[in-house]
């Protein structure tokens, strides 16, 4: 059974660093490239980037570009999403996802909150 | 970038109703695009991909088509559980990109 298994909720102060997790299951990580997505009431989903965990190349959205990284770990089959200094508009729930026309399997969600 | 604009952004529905949701690709992108559904608080759930595939297991009440540039998200007899915000999401370029989302309130 396929599953993305993501970290728990965060709550962290403008500036700090962050770095959220989602652990794959039942299928090979290298298969599929794994993307991110960013939820918030007001915007929607947005699509933040995606990574190819069999090279970690990487491709991100143009508003997400330089504000967050990208990685992933084939050994732990796990792959992750980095920020070095977060805003308080980083504030949302952000889901990975398996790439399969499109994407057929979501982890079940990460909620950062960003506030002094 | 491609704008995928979905219309409409909210509707109100009955129980049997035939409700139809539409996205309008800025620019051609084949049949790259996929329906989601979302209830409060779950993960988004894929019903159809390539335009026109029926996600396994998702009933066959929902259908997807394509016309150039303009996709539709068909649901023939409403039902209880069909109550949620649905997506379209285009995957032909990057960077991918999703509709503003259509929510089917009772």
């Known amino acids: 059974e396929v599953q993305l298994v993501q970290s728990g909720p965060e709550v962290k102060k403008p500036g700090e660093s962050l770095r959220i997790s989602c652990k794959v299951s039942?299928?090979?990580?290298?298969?599929?490239?794994i993307s991110w997505v960013r939820q918030t009431p007001g915007k929607g989903l947005e699509w933040m980037g995606m990574?190819?965990?069999?090279?970690?190349?990487?491709k991100y959205g143009p508003s997400f570009q330089g504000h967050v990284t990208m990685l992933s770990d084939k050994s732990s089959s796990t792959a992750h999403l980095q920020w070095s200094s977060l805003k308080p508009s980083d504030t949302a729930m952000y889901y990975c996802?398996?790439?399969?026309?499109?994407?057929?399997?979501w982890g079940q969600g990460t909620l950062v909150t960003v506030s002094s | 970038d491609i704008q995928m604009t979905q219309s409409p952004s909210a509707m109100s529905a009955s129980v049997g109703d035939r409700v139809t949701i539409t996205c309008r690709a800025s620019?051609?992108?084949?049949?790259?695009l996929a329906w989601f559904q979302q209830k409060p608080g779950t993960v988004p759930k894929r019903l159809i991909y390539?335009?026109?595939s029926l996600q396994s297991g998702v009933p066959s009440r929902f259908s997807g088509s394509a016309s150039g540039t303009e996709f539709t998200l068909t649901i023939s007899s409403l039902q209880p559980e069909d109550f949620a915000t649905y997506y379209c999401l285009q995957y032909d370029s990057y960077p991918w990109t999703f509709g503003q989302g259509t929510k089917v309130e009772i």
């Open positions: 990574i190819d965990p069999s090279d970690s190349h990487t």
């Open positions: 996802a398996r790439h399969s026309v499109g994407f057929d399997f």
């Open positions: 390539t335009a026109s």
């Open positions: 620019q051609g992108i084949y049949n790259s």
């Open positions: 039942g299928y090979r990580i290298t298969n599929n490239w």
